[in-house]
């Protein structure tokens, strides 16, 4: 038994199908080259059942004694702890106590994906651990069901992103079954975004998945006409992606933001911004789940084909770009420290 093993995994960023990819919509979505390592290793000393966990960009330094205790989260780490339970439940031997180190330059509650990046590194690390040859397939599996915990219904796409890397088309069929589609390529067509972060929102994801579901309970037409015009133009973003037509995006990136808004899941303050941008030509969405108050909406991409309209561009007050990679490779085997 090696004892240890060590992975990392992407963030990501929805291009096209917030919210609608909830309900059975298409979604397309990119790993993003902003990174997470996890480190684990059985821990005898520690016994079995135990974990120490070091998570050093959130302060976290703890010792859990029995990781079949926590089934919520509520505390900054309890989404790992969760994960090693969830990923060890059930393995015979019973493994040994872990020591789990996480280290992230993937910012959290900015739409990037940090939840499943971890999900999906501490399933993979621990396994791996003891030795044991998991499929992606059931790393994606159980990723899925940690996730829903963090955020309660989830599409699935964020875990399929962080898992297969690239740019991927997803579409939920049921609780058990997403269907995926490589574009292959597409990474390298991507140079007509441009991505933001408009400052932290107001909301969890969780929250505004629920609102959005409050939303279709009292206004079914309202949220399914925004759900049809999400989907067209997440086909027809897949489309122009597919056939490198970086004009194209402008008019489809407006319709899918006209769209959110309709759901009210893009405060005042950013709907302001990304008039401003759609005034000088080009076009701006949010990448995620957005939020109602505050001033921020997570990530928002902007969008427009000439690389000069790019360099010309003023960002919004409180904005800060991410120069990062887009169709970045996903889950991957790192060298233990």
Known sequence: ?????????????????????????????????????????????????????????????????????????????????????????????????????IDSGIPTGAGFGSSAALAVGVVAACRRAVDDDITLEEIGRLAASIERHQHGRASGVDVQAVLRGGVLLCRRVNDDVLEREEIPGAGARLGAFRIFHSGTPGE????????????????????????????????????????????????????AEAALEALDVVPDPVRAAIRA????????????????????????????????????????????EHRVRLGAPGLRTEVAA
């Open 204 to 255: 969890s994801t969780g929250t505004m998945v629920g609102a959005v579901r409050h939303l279709l309970d009292r206004e079914p037409a309202r949220v399914r006409e925004a759900f049809a015009t999400i989907d067209a133009a997440t086909r027809d973003g897949c489309a122009a992606l597919s056939r490198g037509d970086d004009a194209a995006f402008v008019p489809i990136v407006r319709r």
């Open 277 to 320: 941008i759609e005034a000088e030509g080009g076009a701006a969405k949010i990448s995620g789940a957005g939020g109602r108050t505050g001033e921020g909406a997570g990530l928002v991409l902007v969008v427009h084909p000439d690389p000069v309209w790019h360099a010309r561009f003023s960002k919004p007050d409180g904005w800060t």
């Open 1 to 101: 038994m090696s004892g240890e093993a060590a992975v990392s995994t992407p963030g990501k960023t929805i291009l096209f199908g917030e919210h609608a990819a909830v309900y059975g919509h298409p979604a397309l979505v990119t790993a993003l080259d902003h990174r997470m390592t996890v480190l684990a290793r059985t821990s005898a000393a520690l016994g079995s059942g135990a974990l120490r966990l070091e998570i050093p960009s959130l302060g976290i330094e703890r010792t859990v004694a029995s990781i079949r205790t926590v089934d919520s989260v509520s505390e900054p780490g309890d989404l790992a702890v969760l994960a090693v339970a969830m990923a060890t439940e059930g393995l015979r031997p019973e493994p040994a106590g872990f020591h789990l180190r």
